[in-house]
């Protein structure tokens, strides 16, 4: 069973970037039909995704956010990473990374198979 950990600060100050890793254990982020998500829940809303990395490096982002968001990976530390610019209080959430089964052509996830244990973030100055 794959299993994911989100690291990374849990407050950070408006306009800063947010930096958040999701490490992959028994499972490899360049395994086929491989797709890896970040989603969050701001606090009293819905699931909200922001984007996926497949696992041959290609990125499909929410519209909403992609002005400000950027998915990487490391594959020599089955890694990949999520960077949130110009934050600000609306962005204070609890952050998932999540791995898929299977994306539709135009890249949004069908279903969520396995997921981290979410980590708190909270803008604040």
């Known amino acids: 069973q794959v299993q994911l950990q989100e690291s990374g600060p849990g407050l950070v100050k408006p306009s800063q970037t947010l930096s958040l890793t999701c490490t992959v254990s028994v499972g490899s982020i360049t395994s086929n039909n491989a797709y890896w998500n970040w989603i969050r829940q701001p606090p009293g809303k819905g699931l909200e995704w922001m984007g996926v990395i497949t696992n041959s490096g290609g990125v499909y982002y929410n519209p909403s956010l992609k002005s400000r968001t950027s998915i990487s990976r490391k594959t020599s530390k089955n890694q990949f990473t999520l960077e949130l610019s110009s934050m600000t209080t609306e962005d204070t959430a609890i952050y998932y990374c999540?791995?898929?089964?299977?994306?539709?052509?135009?890249?949004?996830?069908?279903?969520?198979?396995?997921w981290g244990q979410g980590t708190q973030v909270t803008v604040s100055s």
């Open positions: 999540v791995a898929s089964g299977e994306l539709t052509t135009s890249g949004w996830p069908t279903r969520y198979d396995y």
